[in-house]
């Protein structure tokens, strides 16, 4: 079973920057795909960026150039990396880890982007 678990959210200023992590177990993490999506109030959730076991890394177009998505497989960890944050970021981040039939997700971690 797979279980996800985020951290590294909180409130930070416009410009500023966070680092979110993603710690995995119950799964051979080298073989998922992983991405981090965001809810804001109101909104759906969207895809931020994710980073496949093998291949290319995505984007939103609202997030390329100021966010960076990585995973460490011998920590079971993907990262997401923002930096110039803004205040439409504001959202609850998700942790996604997704093989075949397998779509699991984590609890949520909240960004606030605030002055």
């Known amino acids: 079973q797979v279980q996800l678990v985020e951290s590294g959210g909180g409130l930070v200023q416009p410009g500023g920057s966070l680092r979110l992590s993603c710690k995995a177990s119950?799964?051979?993490?080298?073989?998922?795909?992983m991405g981090w999506y965001r809810q804001a109030p109101g909104k759906q959730r969207e895809l931020v960026a994710s980073?496949?076991?093998?291949?290319?890394?995505d984007y939103a177009p609202s997030v390329k150039g100021r966010f960076t998505i990585s995973r460490d497989n011998a920590k079971n960890t993907v990262y997401l990396e923002m930096n110039s944050l803004k205040p439409e970021d504001t959202a609850v981040y998700y942790c996604n880890a997704r093989l075949r039939l397998v779509d699991g997700w984590g609890q949520g971690t909240q960004v606030t982007v605030s002055s």
């Open positions: 119950g799964i051979v993490f080298r073989l998922y795909a």
């Open positions: 980073i496949p076991s093998g291949g290319s890394i």
